[in-house]
């Protein structure tokens, strides 16, 4: 039901620009979405680290940065990170294993996961396999992230109030 729910939603938010952040499941539905597939078990294909956290640690391990990713230059989040790579937690079994179409890889992780995209083109679209919003204020990279969104969905509110709508009566 919820993926029947969400993959219909996805198109809709995205046709008209507005600001989507996809964080881990997320990442995972807009590349589908998109017509891309996932690795249901990304540590079970060949070449793969595990990328799924120890649900016995307490969450400050689980959610403590675990590897490292490398930034696409001249991408969205290396101009965020103001470099080339950065480390992030990693709390997901599945992954990119064919990215969705007009999607633009952002970060792969040591192992060649995909760890981030973009969409070029009609708004702001960033999709992140790790958890951002974790300790947000402490990660100045995470926080960043949020910043960007953030600017994102203030021009479109700007646009959106620039821009007459029709009165409800014109479309009845």
């Known amino acids: 039901m919820?993926?029947?729910?969400?993959?219909?939603?996805i198109p809709r938010a995205i046709a008209p620009g507005l600001p989507v952040l996809a964080i881990?499941?997320?990442?995972?539905?807009?590349?589908?979405?998109?017509?891309?597939?996932?690795?249901?078990?990304?540590?079970e294909a060949t070449g793969f680290a595990d990328?799924?956290?120890?649900?016995?640690?307490?969450l400050e391990v689980q959610y403590a940065p675990s590897h490292e990713i490398r930034l696409?230059?001249?991408?969205l989040l290396a101009?965020?990170?103001?470099g080339a790579r950065v480390r992030v937690n990693s709390l997901?079994?599945?992954?990119?294993?064919?990215?969705?179409d007009g999607l633009v890889v952002e970060a792969i992780a040591p192992d060649g996961a995909i760890e981030a995209f973009r969409r070029d083109g009609g708004g702001f679209l960033l999709g992140v396999q790790w958890h951002p919003e974790w300790q947000v204020t402490r990660n100045p990279f995470y926080l960043g992230i949020f910043h960007a969104f953030g600017d994102a969905?203030?021009?479109?509110?700007?646009?959106?109030?620039?821009?007459?709508?029709?009165s409800l009566t014109e479309h009845a």
């Not at 919820?2 to 939603?9: E, G, K, Y």
């Not at 997901?92 to 969705?100: M, N, Q, S, T």
């Open 92 to 100: 997901h079994g599945k992954g990119v294993a064919r990215l969705g």
């Open 51 to 58: 990328h799924r956290e120890n649900p016995d640690d307490p």
């Open 2 to 9: 919820r993926d029947a729910t969400t993959l219909a939603l």
């Open 79 to 82: 101009s965020i990170a103001a």
């Open 24 to 43: 881990c499941r997320g990442f995972q539905e807009v590349n589908v979405a998109f017509g891309g597939s996932l690795f249901q078990k990304l540590h």
């Open 72 to 75: 696409t230059e001249g991408g």
């Open 153 to 166: 969905c203030r021009a479109y509110a700007a646009r959106r109030a620039a821009t007459p709508r029709a």
